[in-house]
Nanobody
């Protein structure tokens, strides 16, 4: 079992930065692929990237490549999404997700556990 909780969202001007955190609990967390997604009303949930296992090169989507960085601190049971050069189109609810015991996937259906989401709003 894995429980996830995102934090760090908020409102920021275009060009600003935010760091989102995903705090995990449960025995399976450190065995999991950790992924980040985002979603706006009426749209499909969009994969941002993922990291697994510790030490792999994280993958990021074309829409955020060069601006967003995914990392993980196993000692703190936390994964991070560092966002820079934010744009209004980055406005969304951001989620972390996990699946223990496997590799990773871009698919929403792959993941077993989800956080509640945290709102990021970027204004011009």
């Amino acid at each position: 079992q894995v429980q996830l909780a995102e934090s760090g969202g908020g409102s920021v001007q275009a060009g600003g930065s935010l760091r989102l955190s995903c705090l995990g609990s449960g025995d399976g967390f450190l065995k999991s692929c950790i992924a980040w997604f985002r979603q706006t009303p009426g749209n499909e949930r969009e994969g941002i990237g993922y990291i697994y296992p510790k030490g792999m090169n994280p993958r990021t989507a074309d829409s955020v490549r060069g601006r967003f960085t995914i990392s993980q601190d196993n000692a703190k049971n936390t994964a991070y999404l560092e966002m820079t050069s934010l744009r209004p189109e980055d406005t969304a609810v951001y989620y972390c997700a996990a699946r223990p015991g496997y590799g990773c996937s871009w698919s929403v259906e792959f993941y077993h556990y989800w956080g509640q989401g945290t709102q990021v709003t970027v204004s011009s």
